[in-house]
């Protein structure tokens, strides 16, 4: 059977994999995310593109590694605006990005790549958007204390799956694409594949 690769250091993204039955291998990546990211937003990419572009370069700097296996690639990216919004640094940084995107809709560019023998041969973006509610100040520091450093861990300052939820008005998309990961064509891509059982 091929291998399975998740080309990422993430937590949330391995869970999901393992709670819906795929069994992956996590081997980081190690792309310099910041600098690649900085380069494309030079070159006026499209949000969705840079998504794209750092999920293949997980992969392929993975795959060539480890030919044999099917190393799935992804990254998200967090666009209000035509403004791009990265992790926070701390919990100084969440709640000024958090007052940022408070009343407004947002999109996540989730993109996933897979690559086999240094290339990749399948590649999917879902750009779910989501809307923040006019929140009050009480209710930020609330949410602030309550999800501690987790604030720092994703681009928009918040977990859907935790108490970010609180935070929003209206969300449309797929569940598993906001939490960085669009699951069910990347399943059905695996099936395709016959790594899963069709």
């Given at each position: 059977m091929t291998p399975l690769v998740l080309a990422s250091s993430s937590r949330v993204r391995a869970a999901i994999l393992a709670a819906s039955g795929i069994a992956a291998a996590t081997v980081p990546a190690n792309v310099d995310e910041d600098a690649v990211k900085e380069g494309l937003e030079a070159e006026k990419a499209p949000p969705r593109n840079i998504a794209d572009t750092l999920a293949e370069l997980k992969a392929l700097r993975v795959s060539c590694r480890m030919p044999q296996a099917l190393v799935i690639g992804c990254d998200q990216v967090l666009d209000c605006g035509g403004r791009l919004f990265?992790?926070?640094?701390?919990?100084?940084?969440?709640?000024?990005?958090?007052?940022?995107?408070?009343?407004?809709?947002?999109?996540?560019?989730?993109?996933?790549?897979?690559a086999k023998g240094g290339a990749v041969i399948w590649r999917h973006i879902a750009s779910?958007?989501?809307?923040?509610?006019?929140?009050?100040?009480?209710?930020?520091?609330?949410?602030?204390?309550?999800?501690?450093?987790?604030?720092?861990?994703?681009?928009?300052?918040?977990?859907?799956?935790?108490?970010?939820?609180?935070?929003?008005?209206?969300?449309?998309?797929?569940?598993?694409?906001?939490?960085?990961?669009?699951?069910?064509?990347?399943?059905?891509f695996l099936r395709d594949q016959e790594v899963l059982v069709p």
């Amino acid at each position: 059977m091929t291998p399975l690769v998740l080309a990422s250091s993430s937590r949330v993204r391995a869970a999901i994999l393992a709670a819906s039955g795929i069994a992956a291998a996590t081997v980081p990546a190690n792309v310099d995310e910041d600098a690649v990211k900085e380069g494309l937003e030079a070159e006026k990419a499209p949000p969705r593109n840079i998504a794209d572009t750092l999920a293949e370069l997980k992969a392929l700097r993975v795959s060539c590694r480890m030919p044999q296996a099917l190393v799935i690639g992804c990254d998200q990216v967090l666009d209000c605006g035509g403004r791009l919004f990265n992790k926070p640094s701390d919990r100084a940084a969440a709640r000024r990005q958090l007052l940022e995107l408070k009343g407004r809709t947002h999109i996540l560019h989730s993109a996933v790549c897979v690559a086999k023998g240094g290339a990749v041969i399948w590649r999917h973006i879902a750009s779910p958007k989501l809307t923040m509610r006019a929140f009050s100040d009480a209710f930020l520091d609330h949410y602030l204390e309550e999800a501690g450093d987790a604030v720092t861990s994703s681009v928009g300052g918040y977990q859907l799956e935790g108490p970010g939820s609180q935070l929003m008005s209206r969300i449309e998309g797929d569940y598993f694409s906001i939490l960085g990961l669009p699951l069910l064509p990347l399943q059905a891509f695996l099936r395709d594949q016959e790594v899963l059982v069709p």
